[in-house]
Structures are given as structure tokens and as C-alpha cells.
């Protein structure tokens, strides 16, 4: 799924054309879009204009082709898709809606603007690590109480990204990825539907039901580095930037202050000790970080 856009594919966006994309990948067809040219983004806009969806565009076996369209034109990725997507998303309450389910914040007025870095960085195992990419950090540097939530065993941070890799916006003392290496309970802690915390403190209250079973083995912290710009490697363990490579068809992009966070990037658990899935780390203006989890 590389995304990017494959000219005859779309045609006009007619309804037929729109069910062949959605039929062929139902959780990745919005990006065969992907840096359509503008006068193909106009038409898409105008269709959309036209005959915009009544509700979000959701996972069902008859699919919505108006939400479709939303969804192809939030793919575009474009200066031109945005200052489009602003407008519509100012008179639909379904394609703002959209656009926050994307990362893609509408303001007042204007364009509507990414909320993550259009550019995915692939993080990558290395001889030499990049010191902006500190792995396995003490976790109580970053938490005022290390321990998880539901278990006494401390957290781990399995990556800590420095500030200068982070979104000019969201700076201030890095961005730390949180999982448990707890034998026990690994997938409860983890499988939260969101991690928030901001100044070292969770959001939630600490209900402790797991006594902390620690891990066989403790993991090798990993050299890490950044491989060239958007470039895809068999030893990817995560990658910052773009937009989260989420398997399901309907994703949830945090929100806080008003607006869809940052996203910060994601990292691959199992490359890190943990059980097999992926962590996705988000982050706000006001200082709050998120996480969401996916296991495979
Ligand atoms: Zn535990
Ligand atoms: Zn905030």
C-alpha cells in the first residue's frame, strides 16, 4: 500500500469508480489519492460539494460513496485538499468530523492544517545510535510515579524522542513511548484505549490489580536511527512523521484542547520486549501526550 495516487483509478469519482476503490481496499483505498494534481482535487471537492455524507464515513458492508469521497480527498494530502477540506468541513459537521478522525484540525477559517509532519521518518536498528532517539530511558524521569496503572511494575520507555524531531509545536522535554514488559499483564496495561499524561502525571487514577510480574529477560536497548526519508526497510521498528499506519478501517486520532493532537509516530512493541503490535504516541500545544495501541 504505498498510497500514492494512480491516475486512471479514479476517473471522476463517480459512484462506480468510488465502490471498485473501496471494494478493492476497504481500510486503504482513501490513500490512492495520495498527491492527486489540484484540477483532480477541485473536481473531487466539487463532487463532494455536491453531495456531501450525511454521517461519518464508517466500516459497513454497503459503503457510503458521499463519505468515501471525504475520505479520498482527506487522502490527497495536499495544500490544495486542505484549503478545500476547510471550506466543506465549515459547512458539514460530517466532514469536520472526518478530517478530525484524520488529523487534520479545521480552524475558524482558512485551510484546514495537518496535525502531523507530512514527512514519515523510518526509525531503523543502527551500529551507531542517534542520540535524539534514546531508547529504553528510566521511566522515572519521565513519571512522577513509574509504576502502571493497573501493576506494580514500573513502566518502561522504550523510546524517548527528543525535541528536535519533534513538530516545532509540540516541544518541551521530548515525547516518551510508554509500554509494560509485566509477564503477567502486559496486554491489560497496554491494551488501554488511551494512555494520557501530562507533567509526569497520568490522568487516570492507579487501580492496581496485577503485583508486577517482571519480565524473563530484560531487553537489550536498541541503537537506534533514522533511515532516509520515506524510506521503507525490512528492520523497521517504528517510524515519526506521516500519519499512523493504523490496520482498521475506522481509527480514533485523540483530541485534546479543541483539536486533533499531534502525531508524534509508532513504534513496533515486539521489536522493544513487549507482545507483538504497534504503539501510536500523540502529543498537544498544552504540554498533554497520548498513546493508543493496536496488537497484531
Ligand atoms: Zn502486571
Ligand atoms: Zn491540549
Redesign the pocket.
Known amino acids: 500500500m504505498s498510497g500514492h495516487y494512480r491516475g486512471a483509478v479514479l476517473e471522476d469519482f463517480t459512484d462506480a469508480a468510488v465502490a471498485r476503490l473501496v471494494a478493492a481496499d476497504r481500510a486503504g483505498f482513501w490513500r490512492t489519492s495520495e498527491h492527486a494534481p489540484d484540477e483532480l482535487v477541485d473536481r473531487l471537492a466539487d463532487r463532494v460539494a455536491g453531495s456531501p455524507p450525511v454521517e461519518p464515513w464508517r466500516h459497513r458492508p454497503r459503503a457510503d460513496l458521499d463519505a468515501a469521497r471525504v475520505e479520498l480527498l482527506l487522502g490527497a494530502d495536499t495544500d490544495r485538499s486542505l484549503a478545500r477540506l476547510g471550506q466543506l468541513a465549515r459547512s458539514s459537521g460530517a466532514v469536520r468530523q472526518m478530517c478530525g478522525a484524520r488529523g487534520v484540525w479545521v480552524p475558524a477559517d482558512g485551510p484546514a492544517r495537518r496535525r502531523y509532519l507530512p514527512q514519515a521518518r523510518t526509525i531503523v536498528t543502527a551500529r551507531t545510535a542517534d542520540p535524539r532517539l534514546e531508547a529504553f530511558v528510566d521511566p522515572g524521569a519521565v513519571f512522577g510515579d513509574p509504576r ?1 496503572l ?4 514500573p513502566l518502561s520507555v522504550p523510546l524517548l524522542v527528543s525535541d528536535a524531531l519533534l513538530p516545532a509545536a509540540v516541544r518541551g522535554g521530548g515525547h516518551a513511548f510508554v509500554m ?1 514488559l ?5 496486554a ?2 497496554d491494551v488501554r484505549a488511551g494512555y494520557g499524561w501530562a507533567s509526569g502525571m497520568f490522568d487516570e487514577e492507579r487501580v492496581e490489580s ?4 517482571p519480565p524473563d529477560g530484560s531487553p537489550e536497548p536498541p541503537r537506534l536511527r533514522l533511515a532516509p526519508a520515506g524510506e521503507r526497510r525490512w528492520d523497521d521498528v517504528g517510524r515519526l512523521g506521516g500519519r499512523p499506519a493504523w490496520s482498521q478501517a475506522s481509527p480514533q486520532w485523540p483530541d485534546c484542547c479543541g483539536r486533533p493532537m499531534w502525531f508524534v509516530g509508532q513504534l513496533q512493541t515486539g521489536e522493544f520486549g513487549g507482545v507483538g503490535g504497534a504503539i501510536f504516541g500523540f502529543r498537544c500545544e498544552c504540554g498533554h501526550a497520548a498513546q493508543s495501541r493496536q496488537l497484531t
Open positions: 502502571g493497573g501493576c506494580a511494575l509494560s509485566c509477564s503477567e499483564c502486559d491489560d496495561e496485577c503485583p508486577g510480574y
